[in-house]
């Protein structure tokens, strides 16, 4: 019990001598220009990561003839229960 009060006591002290600003860092000027710098650095990468999209975007890319139609890609060893083509395959049969 009196473990407890003298904790007490020394908590009211301590929190009297201790100054009631946090010093987080050394001045509220350098939290202003930090976070002001990286908001231009956010701005400036979305600004150019958009522009490399678009430009990326608007090129034109190769299209390939198809590959040729090698008779092993289609194997059927049996009919299939729906069809002889497969399940979401629709082919002209003459």
Known sequence: MASAAARSGLR?????A???????SSSVHDDAYE??????????G???C???AA?????????FDEPPAYPYLHIRN???????D?????????
Request: proline share 8%; hydrophobic share 35%.
């Open 12 to 16: 009211s002290l301590a929190a009297r």
């Open 18 to 24: 201790a100054p009631l600003r946090r010093r987080m």
């Open 86 to 94: 497969g399940l979401f395959e629709k082919k002209d049969h003459h």
């Open 46 to 48: 979305i600004v150019t």
């Open 78 to 84: 049996k009919e299939f229960p729906w069809g002889p």
């Open 35 to 44: 976070t002001a710098k990286w908001e231009k650095i956010t701005y400036a």
């Open 55 to 63: 430009y990326n975007l608007s090129k034109g890319h190769p299209h």
């Open 50 to 52: 958009t522009l490399l």
